[in-house]
């Protein structure tokens, strides 16, 4: 048996093979139909199955080999044309037993379910039954018997070869893989088992030769206990211990051959209910082990996970509650049991089976509530169904977007104030000149109108003090310029250096907000003529807007898409829609005079200044209301010598 | 003493210079005009009197620094400034650089003409201040070597004693030498020589 532990193959392993085949068709040449190997037990076919299943069918011709040494040892009798045809009768017949075994499909050739000892133990006694017709058949052509005697010798090779390889292959299989179920097997219990199964066989053999097989059953009870016990294994080494104890014990008490045929029969249906039960229970302990490994996982998964996950029964109360939870909703699981679904959750759909993403709002036992997103996924189980409820706790998140929104807000609130500072500074300046110069002359004319006569100083000073007064008139005018027509420094620029520049600027914002962006530009555009400064303010004013209007609404699509193509006559297109709700239509009547804004935030003087800097190029700017979403066309001149 | 009277305006706007340059004319002051910095630090020598009313923003060099540069220069005219912009830092800055005051654009005449005479009558004091230093060191230069000797050494804080040992002669020589500084001095105790000299020397040390 140590032979075929373990993979080591090679001239070695065929020799130990042959030597223990030999050995033990000696030893089982037991009430032979002499002087042919034909006994009621014959484990040699066992000990080669369980070598072409465990090492490969490469080892066949070792099979040869042996059966044609034992025949030649063991017996001896025959002529060489008869040992060899024997032999390789045998040889043939086992390989072809084997060769179809590892060749069905999904037959683990270690035998490791049910389904593969099924599969061994019916192919085995086809196999048996072919292997015991050629066999016989060969020694009715030689002349050894008639064919009288050929349904009873038939029987009788059958049973031993069956029985023989029942008993012995799973035994080899299971000691090739180490006996890993089997550490610790000499246990008080193993001893008992032992001594249950002498015991029993005594008491058959006590009964004499023709009583016995009437108390071959008692040898199911030690039998089903090692099966239920131990397992696979377990029965392997029982029923291989139990023959050796029957064939033992039938040669000591020297029991006739049709005895030990009828004994042997009933041990096969022992060998078979011995091997099935305990690979019942063998797999019953793996798939049992397996459930709790993933029960294990399983468990680990809903107790490590951040979200909340809740049991729902199909009456929409809870079952169980996991750690994130019983936090979550500031109760323990075992307080959270038997409430309804809808108590725990406010705003449900009709049938939670198909929530997916849902936001809604979880509620705590003592009313206090927050955002959640919530999935439902629904199991069919026994004929009942069972959701599973994950809960993410959106507070979180909802308090960074506000943060994120107000700084937004804070900042243009710092830059709009930082530009009305710069101008403010400037704007003074300008005007202060003038207006200390006309202050200072009309505080003079005061003095010499005080002191009487130097009319002509007195005019001066007044005619100055009036310049002075226009120039800061001047000043204010230039300034009302400036936003006007004022500063037009015009020239020839691509539309997708402006787009680009503009989408640099608002990159983080469009990045924070997940906002998409899709530019669509006509090949060969033009370049357009216009004032970089002031188209990229109008176009950022325009894309800003958009943003604002796709994240105002926290609809699952935030896009913006940027169109630019040749337009009437001489100038560009360019459009700017976003996937936003739209402009209201009173709000649009007026949308692009000052002052008009439908944010909170309030760039009121944008579009206003944007459509007056617009037509400054000769352009236009307007809301196409055609579209879903908002959707703000622009139209530049292109510039001079393109076309 | 003439009491100055001249106010040196700088400041890069014309109107504003020439409306200044009436309106404090006309008050009775001697008015200068300079269109910037740079312009008024070429013509300004250490004698000048008066005062200096500065535009903070200016092209070329600011009011602040031409404060600077007035100071590097050893020019101790009292300056007040003048901006549009009412601002906090630059207004701090000036004044603790020694600006005698600071005006916010469009002008008050009032709290012009107020920072005008605060600011020349600064300047009064510094002369006089300068004049009766002038005035002591005339004095001083009338003593003998041996005279400006014992007076070092009175001025130390040491006794006659000490004074006598030091220059090998007798108490009763120094309480003489002693007397005489005073009466060539003018003053009769030993705390008004000590009152006219100390300044004097200080800055003779520093």
């Known amino acids: 048996m140590e032979v075929l532990h373990g993979r080591r193959g090679g001239l070695p392993l065929v020799a130990s093979y042959i030597v223990a085949y030999v050995l033990l068709d000696w030893v089982s040449y037991i009430h032979p139909v002499a002087p042919y190997a034909i006994t009621p037990w014959n484990p040699p076919p066992g000990l080669s199955l369980a070598l072409l299943l465990r090492m490969g069918l490469r080892y066949a011709p070792a099979l040869f080999v042996a059966s044609v040494l034992a025949e030649i040892i063991v017996r001896g009798s025959a002529s060489a044309t008869e040992i060899l045809i024997y032999g390789l009768i045998l040889a043939c017949g086992y390989t072809a037993v084997a060769a179809a075994l590892r060749r069905y499909p999904h037959f683990d050739p270690r035998i490791r379910t049910l389904r593969d000892l099924s599969i061994f133990t019916a192919t085995v006694a086809i196999g048996a039954a072919l292997i015991a017709a050629a066999y016989l058949a060969a020694h009715v052509a030689m002349g050894r018997f008639s064919w009288d005697q050929f349904p009873a010798y038939m029987l009788r090779f059958w049973v031993g070869d069956v029985i023989g390889a029942i008993v012995t292959t799973p035994l080899l299989l299971v000691a090739a893989q180490g006996w890993k179920r089997a550490r610790g097997a000499l246990t008080g219990e193993t001893v008992l088992q032992a001594a249950a199964l002498v015991v029993t066989l005594a008491i058959i053999f006590q009964a004499g030769d023709v009583a016995a097989p009437r108390y071959f ?68 302990h793996r798939t049992r082990r397996a459930l709790e490994r993933r029960e294990a996982e399983l468990q680990t998964v809903v107790s490590t996970a951040p979200d909340g996950i809740l049991t729902i029964d199909d009456a929409q109360r809870i079952v169980a509650a996991n750690h994130a939870a019983e936090t979550m909703l500031a109760a323990t699981a075992a307080q959270l049991a038997g409430i309804p679904l809808s108590r725990i959750v ?41 959701y599973i409820g994950i809960m993410r706790d959106m507070s979180q998140r909802r308090h960074i977007e506000d ?6 807000r804070e900042l243009n609130r710092a830059m709009r104030i930082a530009a009305a ?61 400036f936003y006007r027509d004022g500063t037009l420094r015009a020239q020839a ?24 962006v899709t530019m669509q530009l006509a090949p060969q555009l033009p370049p357009v003529h216009v004032d970089v400064m002031q188209l990229e303010m109008v176009l950022h004013n325009l894309v800003a807007n958009a943003i604002d209007s796709v994240t105002g609404v926290g609809g699952p699509q935030r896009e913006i898409a940027i169109e630019a193509a040749p337009g009437p006559a001489r100038f560009v297109q360019i459009a700017i829609q976003d996937s936003g709700p739209g402009i209201d239509a009173a709000v649009a009547q007026q949308l692009f005079q000052a002052f008009a804004t439908s944010k909170a935030t309030g760039m009121g003087m944008g579009l206003a200044i944007s459509r007056s800097i617009v037509e400054q190029h000769g352009g236009r700017l307007w809301l196409d209301e055609t579209r879903s979403g908002a959707r703000f066309v622009l139209t530049l001149p292109i510039a001079d010598g393109n076309a | 003493m003439d009491t100055p009277t001249t106010i040196y305006i700088i400041d890069d706007d014309a109107a504003v210079r020439d409306s200044l340059g009436l309106l ?54 009292p300056l ?73 050494l009175v001025i130390a804080g040491r006794h006659n004693r000490e004074i006598a040992a030091a220059l090998g002669i007798s108490a009763r020589t120094v309480e003489a030498h002693k007397a005489r500084i005073m009466a060539k001095l003018g003053v009769e105790r030993l705390p008004d020589l000590l009152r006219l000299v100390l300044p004097l020397r200080k800055v003779k040390t520093d």
């Not at chain 1, 943060?403 to 937004?408: I, N, Y």
């Not at chain 1, 207006?435 to 002191?451: D, H, I, W």
Request: one cysteine or more; charged letters at 20%; proline letters at 2%.
């Open chain 1, 421 to 481: 500072a710069e101008m403010a500074s400037a704007l003074a300046h300008e005007l202060n000149q003038p207006l200390t110069a006309a202050s200072s002359y009309v505080q003079a004319c005061e003095l010499m109108l005080q002191r009487g006569g130097e009319q002509q100083r007195l005019f001066e000073a007044m005619s100055k003090a009036v310049a002075e007064v226009k120039r800061a008139a001047e000043v204010v005018r230039r300034l009302r310029d």
């Open chain 2, 24 to 77: 404090l004319g006309l008050q009775g002051y001697v008015t200068r005009v300079f269109a910037s910095a740079g312009e008024f630090l070429d013509a300004c020598t250490p004698d000048w009197t008066g005062c200096v009313l500065a535009d903070l923003r200016m092209p070329g060099k600011s009011g602040l620094e031409l404060q600077s540069e007035l100071g590097g220069r050893g020019i101790a005219l």
């Open chain 1, 217 to 284: 059953y008692l040898l199911f009870l030690p039998l089903i206990w090692v099966s239920v016990r131990r397992g696979y294994e377990g029965a392997t080494a029982a029923l291989f211990a139990t023959q050796v104890g029957l064939i033992v014990a039938v040669q000591l008490a020297g029991y006739t051959a049709s005895s030990v045929l009828e004994l042997q029969l009933l041990m096969l249906a022992l060998a078979v209910t011995g091997l099935f039960l305990g690979m019942a229970v063998s797999q019953w």
């Open chain 1, 346 to 386: 406010a705003g449900l759909p009709g049938n939670p089976a198909q929530a997916h993403a849902l936001e809604a709002r979880a509620v705590r036992l003592d009313g206090s509530s927050f955002p959640v997103e919530l999935s439902i996924g629904a199991a069919a189980f026994d004929g009942r169904t069972l």
């Open chain 2, 80 to 152: 007040i400034i003048i901006t549009a912009h009412g601002d906090v830092a630059a207004a701090r800055t000036s004044l603790k650089a020694g600006a005698v005051d600071f005006l916010e654009k469009p002008l008050d005449s009032a709290q012009l003409l107020a920072a005008v005479q605060g600011a020349l009558q600064r300047d009064t004091e510094r002369l006089q201040a300068a004049d009766a230093a002038a005035r002591t060191e005339r004095l001083l230069a009338r003593l003998t070597d041996r005279e400006r000797e014992v007076l070092d």
């Open chain 1, 493 to 516: 620029v691509g539309v997708d250096t402006l787009i680009g520049s503009v989408l640099r600027t608002l990159h983080d914002r469009l990045e924070r907000h997940g906002v998409q």
């Open chain 1, 403 to 408: 943060q994120l929104r107000e700084r937004d």
